[in-house]
Structure formats: C-alpha cells, structure tokens
C-alpha cells in the first residue's frame, strides 16, 4: 500500500512557536513525555522543516519575534484557544 505525504498549513506565527515547543521538547526533559520511539521520526522531520521554513530562527532578535509570535497567538478575554 502506498504511503501518501500529508500536508499541513501553518501560519508563520503558529510555525514559529511549534518550532519552539519542538526544540524544547527535544532538548529537555520534557524529551521524557515521549514513551514511544517510533514517535520521533516524525517529531524529528517535522522540526527539520520548520527549521528550513524559519529562517528568522536564526535571526538575532529572535526571542523578540518569538514573543511577538506568541502575543498574537494567545487568546485574548472571550476568545476560546481552540478557535
């Protein structure tokens, strides 16, 4: 049977703090929350793409931006977080 890629959209924003909680995932010990092995391969491809997409990841304001990414993101009073 044929594996078919999926594709998922993300805002530039949304990319940039995935990227985020990614590499924290991957760096601490939250690395722990992760009981199956095979769940890495794509935790590790997906953080590979984004970093790709990112090139403000490098940048060296980029804890500014990230904050400014996060600010947007946040709910704000009567929004609901899975609008």
């Not at 929350?33 to 940048?59: E, N, S």
């Amino acid at each position: 049977m044929d594996d078919p890629e999926i594709t998922i959209k993300l805002t530039r924003d949304e990319a940039t703090i995935l990227s985020d909680w990614l590499e924290r995932l991957q760096m601490t010990d939250l690395s722990n929350t992760v009981d199956d092995p095979a769940a890495w391969a794509p935790i590790h491809r997906i953080a590979g793409q984004l970093d790709k997409m990112l090139p403000a990841l490098f940048f060296p304001d980029y804890d500014v931006r990230l904050e400014e990414a996060r600010r947007r993101l946040r709910p704000t009073d009567g929004d609901s977080a899975e609008d």
